[in-house]
C-alpha cells in the first residue's frame, strides 16, 4: 500500500521568514496530494491540493510542488505569521480525490514572532 | 452552504459495548469518507462510501463497519470496543474526485 512519509517533524521559523515542509510517497499510482492544516482541537482544513497532472500550484503565500520522478512534493509558506502555527498533514491517494487518502505523520510548524 | 456535521461530538463507552456514529455531509456531495486520528498512528483511513456504495476499504478490522443512506448521511459502527479504539473519529465529504472536507469528529473514549 501507499506510504507517506513528511520531514521534518517538528519545525520552527521567525515570523516573515518562509517555512517548506516535504513528503515523500511510495506509489506511483498516487495522483492527488491535498495538504490539510489542523490547529490545536480543531479539525483538519484543506489549505492546498494538487495533481498529478501539474508541476505547481500556487494560493497566495502558499505554494505547493510536485515531482513526480523523484515521487516527493512540498509545501511552501511564505511570509509566516504566528497564525500559520499548526500541525500540518500531507496525503496523497491514488484517484477519487476523497478517496483513501493516505496521510503522513504531520508535522508541527512553530512561527515565533 | 452548511459544513459537515457530526453526532455526538464525544462519546465514552466501555469496553464490548458498541457505537454507532454519524455524519452529514455538505449538501451536493455524494462520497464520504472516515478516518481514524489517534497521537500514536495519526490519520488512518477507514472506509469511503460513494451514493450508498463502500467504494474503498482500509485496513481495520471487521469491527469497524460503516453505510450511507439515500441522503448520502453516513454512519459508522464500531462492535466489541476495545480500550485501542478510542479516538478521534472524522468524516471527510466531498463532490466525487474532488477535495476532502472534514467534520470536527467525534471523541470516542473507550474505558
Known amino acids: 500500500g501507499e506510504n507517506v512519509e513528511q520531514h521534518p517533524s517538528t519545525l520552527s521559523v521567525q515570523e516573515g521568514d518562509s517555512a517548506v515542509i516535504k513528503c515523500t510517497y511510495s506509489d506511483s499510482a498516487s495522483n492527488y496530494f491535498p495538504w490539510y492544516k489542523q490547529e490545536l482541537g480543531k479539525r483538519p482544513q484543506l489549505i492546498i491540493d494538487?495533481?498529478?497532472?501539474?508541476g505547481e500550484k500556487k494560493d497566495q503565500r502558499i505554494a505547493v510542488t510536485l515531482n513526480k520522478t523523484a515521487k516527493h512534493f512540498s509545501l511552501h509558506i511564505t511570509e509566516t505569521q504566528p497564525e500559520d502555527s499548526a500541525v500540518y498533514f500531507c496525503a496523497a491517494s491514488p484517484g477519487g480525490a476523497n478517496s483513501k487518502l493516505t496521510f503522513g505523520k504531520g508535522i508541527t510548524l512553530s512561527v515565533r514572532p | 452552504k452548511a459544513g459537515v456535521t457530526q453526532t455526538p461530538r464525544y462519546l465514552i463507552k466501555t469496553r464490548g459495548q458498541q457505537v454507532t456514529l454519524s455524519c452529514s455531509p455538505i449538501s451536493g456531495h455524494r462520497s464520504v469518507s472516515w478516518y481514524q486520528q489517534t497521537p500514536g498512528q495519526g490519520l488512518q483511513f477507514l472506509f469511503e462510501y460513494f451514493s450508498e456504495t463502500q467504494r474503498n476499504k482500509g485496513n481495520f478490522p471487521g469491527r469497524f463497519s460503516g453505510r450511507q443512506f439515500s441522503n448520502s448521511r453516513s454512519e459508522m459502527n464500531v462492535s466489541t470496543l476495545e480500550l485501542g479504539d478510542s479516538a478521534l473519529y472524522l468524516c471527510?465529504?466531498?463532490?466525487?474526485?474532488?477535495?476532502?472536507?472534514f467534520g470536527p469528529g467525534t471523541r470516542l473514549t473507550v474505558l
Open positions: 471527510a465529504s466531498s463532490l466525487d474526485l474532488g477535495p476532502g472536507f
Open positions: 494538487i495533481r498529478s497532472n501539474v
